[in-house]
């Protein structure tokens, strides 16, 4: 079941308009704050009308202004994840998460409770109430409450922006449980590239109201024109495998004919590992560089150039069809003669990757 | 129990009588209107909230007036009830009736206050998990807003025990009829030698306020340890 979104609304001097398709897994609405995400996100729940447009999930529409058809929040059946939580404060975990199931058509089918409990780790919660809880708690168990409402979508609005560091690590390992459990479309609004890399299947970059690009996660992340945050916080994702592990506490992966050491990876050989390369941690060598201490040293090949308005530069890298991004300044780009198609070294420090930006070792 | 007189325990009894009608028969409106009057906008919003205001405002005497006017036999309201069998005018119901009425601002104001204390993005998740407007009220705000909803039927209750001046207007000091609490020690106070009488009523008075004061703190405490789970 895929979501599609075509709406255009006004909000003061904002205007949103935005066409896209979500299909099944992850889609993460990229941009910065004030982009437009959250805005499209209540449209899709209905906490929203828009002034102009349809939504529909799968052959069900959710809304249409020419049909003036708008379907009220209640009967969406959504699950709407939001960054505060939102527990009812009078009821008990149990409670809460029993609350969406209740409105829920009997007759479907949809994860159990015991099945949620168990994946959120909330089974020893299940008679608190809601201030007794920590951060991470809460959220864990607003996802819970979420999904037991047997939603036909899971939206999620920066989910992970109020908790601190520790607990992100704590949260996101669950959602990427329910992208690959759950058989439930998520969409997902973020403004953290390190989530993005791990959790997307399809990314969505929103600029001003607008959608920029929309594709999957490994391309949109490695394009030097998108970067919704800007060249900063620019950088690609690797889907790779992980091939071995080494004694000193190294971890050896592969995507294709491209081998990678990061820091270990708590995961067996063979396992599926997304690795999130900052583009200010990439460096380019005209000729592979000998004594160096970096252990990841790549050969290339230059697939696009975007000189920024500053100093900077991002330049799109091929690594055997793995896309990478290194940000350098302009004054590289001419020094070392870049162009497009030139064979060059890429280099990486392994402790540059860190755990965060791996997938499976929170 | 031999410390008060029949006739003195008549009107105690009456006045709970009346100021548990007029509490319990006020809540439902007094829920519907602190509600319009926290969630909605609409045409003559200002205008219903004076009118629930006015009985705190204006004399008695005046309310009672008014309500002789309205509810009385001849009444624009009073006569088309009258001939359903319904009669307030020097009735016991209309003691109750003056009673709600001057609570009635007290109760809205505290549920009011309450309704806008609870957070609308906990009414909206709740309706993204499926419950409609009603289910929502009745499933989180409803729960939310008990400890306003409390306070305010006490304070109503304890304005209904000691309504006086738009009662007597209204329906007189009849006993056994109408002559509540207070229109009992005024009368008592009339007469000689009803000292002792009005003194007692007065004890009993008292007590009467003193345990529905303890009795919301228990409740509102129960109440506030469910609801905030701290």
Redesign the interface.
Known sequence: MSLSVDIRHRLGDFSLDAQFEAPQGVSVLFGRSGSGKSTIVNAVAGLLRPDAGRIALGDVPLFDADKRLHVPLHRRRLGYIFQDARLFPHLTVRQNLAYGRFFAPKAESGASFDHVTEMLGLGHLLSRRPATLSGGERQRTAIGRALLAKPRLLLADEPLAALDAERKAEILPYFERLRDEADVPILYVSHAPSEVARLATSVIAIRNGRVVRQGPASVILSDPAVTPLGPRAAGAMIETTLLNQHPDGLSELQAGALRLLVPRVDRPAGAPVRVHIEAQDVMIALTRPEGISALNVLPVIVRGIRMGNGPGALVQLDANGALLLARITRRSVGALGLAEGMQVHAVLKAVSVSRQSVEGTA | MQFLSPEEWQAVALSLRVALWATVLSLPPGIFVAFALARWEFPGKQLLNGLVHLPLILPPVVTGYLLLLTFGTRGPVGAPLAELGIVFAFRWTGAALAAAIMGFPLLVRAIRLSIEAV?P??E??????????L??FG??TL??ILPGILAGAILAFAKAMGEFGATITFVSNIPGETRTLPSAIYAFLQVPGGEASALRLVAVSVVIAMAALLLSEVLSRRIAA?????
């Open positions: 957070d993005r906990l909206q998740a709740a309706g993204t998990l499926g419950a409609s407007r289910w929502v499933t989180v729960p939310l469910r609801v905030g789970g701290a």
